[in-house]
């Protein structure tokens, strides 16, 4: 058994230059635990899952995720891997593209932002003309913290003469 040393905590390999989608192969370990690789077809997919999830839920939520796009971005790739790596040992019957669980994929990238989105993102929207409210008003509930509790208000009527 060998001793789990700050030097093999984190092992990251890149190769390029191989036939078909094997030109780009990606390959990390973490620990004592087997490696893991993707070829470029797996990149592909496993990038392309994670841009149309952080466009889609910026869009839909109207509230922005820490570090805009490329904040959400990062964030459904962080979820599409642990999702990958933890959800295969309890859910199983998935559809597979190139050995990319792809409905696991999507749940992960989607599931992290709206985590995110409830537990960091608090009180700013993004009005339809792009700029920032800093207090959202949904019917006459306003969220009042950042992990998503909220409190019935009356919404004030203001009459232009």
């Avoid at 939520?61 to 962080?78: D, K, N, V």
């Avoid at 790596?85 to 050995?99: C, H």
Wanted: charged share 10%.
């Amino acid at each position: 058994m060998m001793a789990l040393t700050l030097a093999n905590l984190l092992f990251v390999s890149l190769n390029l230059g191989g036939p078909g989608v094997k030109f780009l192969v990606l390959t990390f370990q973490i620990g004592d635990e087997p490696p893991v690789s993707y070829d470029l077809l797996q990149l592909l997919l496993i990038l392309g899952i994670s841009i149309v999830a952080a466009v889609l839920l910026e869009r839909l939520l109207w509230r922005g995720t820490p570090g805009g796009l490329l904040g959400a971005f990062l964030i459904s790739l962080i979820g599409i891997g642990l999702f990958l790596a933890l959800i295969p040992l309890v859910w199983q019957g998935n559809y597979s593209i190139d050995g990319i669980p792809l409905m696991t994929a999507i749940v992960g990238a989607f599931f992290s932002l709206l985590v995110v989105h409830l537990l960091f993102v608090s009180g700013v929207t993004k009005d339809r003309a792009g700029g920032t409210s800093p207090e959202p008003s949904y019917g006459g509930l306003v969220w009042q913290s950042t992990f998503g509790l909220c409190q019935t208000r009356p919404t004030s009527s203001k009459v232009r003469a």
